[in-house]
């Protein structure tokens, strides 16, 4: 397993807002992580990021403890939240060059994994224009870019969508499930739309801070006897897909 969590739990003062939840992922696979707004995503991946304090449980980075071995664990772990962090007075290549320092590449091995990092997301041409300039999509994949360049195991992905057209969310999904398939990293791609997974996805389905299901999205639907993951979210959390 890239990562497992093991029975987190999780209070806002007297609001409970994650209960009990366990999942491991496995490299090379798409992990859709499914949740209305409220859901406790954003909490969940606060707490994988070390962003937010565990109180309950454990979680593993390639077998490494977030309690016991911190920095270890989190040297395997690439994030994109869902709210845009690049400097947008800065270029591309210096946005990627300040993360790689972060992370103690030198400047020569920064610039030679950021340019493989641009030119697999067919931005090589855009490396030295500032990020402002950009598009919406465009800034989203050099986040990703800059998630891969210490050469994680898993990437965690928060609504990395949101505020995108249809178009660009549609690019970004498919330049994420690439990944999987030809790096073997494992992905979870935290969301509340329906139509950005796949019947053959791994589907985590989190509702009011509960695991509902945990499996291939095809056997949760015939699981609970539903027609498509749209009928089944809907079933479980009474939410809608959009």
Not at 170 to 195: D, F, K, P, S
């Amino acid at each position: 397993m890239t990562i497992q969590a093991n029975r987190i739990s999780f209070r806002y003062g007297d609001k409970l807002v994650l209960r009990d939840v366990s999942f491991g992922l496995t490299p090379g696979c798409f992990h859709a992580l499914l949740g209305p707004n409220g859901a406790g995503k954003s909490t969940l991946f606060g707490l994988l990021t070390r962003l937010l304090a565990l109180q309950q449980g454990d979680i593993q980075l390639a077998g490494k403890s977030l309690k016991k071995q911190p920095a270890e664990a989190m040297r395997r772990l690439g994030v994109v939240f869902q709210h845009n962090a690049l400097d947008l007075d800065l270029t591309v290549r210096q946005n990627l060059q300040y993360h790689a320092a972060l992370h103690g590449l030198s400047r020569g091995e920064a610039r030679a994994r950021g340019d493989r990092e641009l030119e697999r997301f067919e931005l090589l041409d855009r490396a030295n224009d500032a990020v402002r300039n950009l598009n919406g999509g465009h800034r989203r994949r050099v986040e990703i870019a800059r998630a891969l360049l210490h050469e994680p195991s898993l990437l965690l992905l928060d609504e990395p969508t949101a505020g995108l057209d249809v178009a660009s969310r549609q690019a970004l999904n498919r330049h994420v499930r690439a990944l999987c398939e030809n790096e073997g990293l494992a992905v979870l791609w935290a969301t509340h739309l329906i139509e950005e997974v796949h019947e053959d996805d791994r589907v985590l389905i989190l509702h009011k801070g509960q695991l509902l299901a945990d499996g291939a999205g095809r056997a949760i639907c015939e699981a609970e006897g539903t027609r498509d993951l749209a009928e089944t979210f809907h079933s479980l959390t009474g939410a809608g897909s959009t």
